[in-house]
Nanobody
Framework: VSLVESGGGKVQAGGSLRLSCVGIVRTSAINMFYSMAWFRQAPGKEREFVAA????????YYGDSVKGRFSLSRDNGKNTMYLQMNNLQPGDTAVYYCAAGGMTAVVADVYDYWGQGTQVTVSS
């Protein structure tokens, strides 16, 4: 599984960005798709869970710091996951990583595949 993120950039506080993660996320089982997630890591900080979505999109989790501001979705027909980020704040500045795996969880260890990351910078 190869994952490629896009959509990062620089924005002022209160602004919006939409991240995309493209990858072949269909498992070997018929009509089954990997769970996918976003994590982020700011300089000098631990990797932080942002959001996760099950293969069927029936289950979605959000980290406490992004609830009510970020929205996660996926289009399996396009092999793409989207993260709509609204009301961005300087604390959201980080490298955002896309991940895929067999479970929908808030911990990074369950995800087997990772993208290279995309930088999001929010200025005050």
């Amino acid at each position: 599984v190869s994952l490629v993120e896009s959509g990062g950039g620089k924005v002022q506080a209160g602004g919006s960005l939409r991240l995309s993660c493209v990858g072949i996320v269909r498992t070997s089982a018929i009509n089954m798709f990997y769970s996918m997630a976003w994590f982020r890591q700011a300089p000098g900080k631990e990797r932080e869970f942002v959001a996760a979505i099950s293969g069927s999109a029936e289950t979605i989790y959000y980290g406490d710091s992004v609830k009510g501001r970020f929205s996660l979705s996926r289009d399996n027909g396009k092999n793409t996951m989207y993260l709509q980020m609204n009301n961005l704040q300087p604390g959201d500045t980080a490298v955002y990583y896309c991940a895929a795996g067999g479970m929908t969880a808030v911990v990074a260890d369950v995800y087997d595949y990772w993208g290279q990351g995309t930088q999001v910078t929010v200025s005050s």
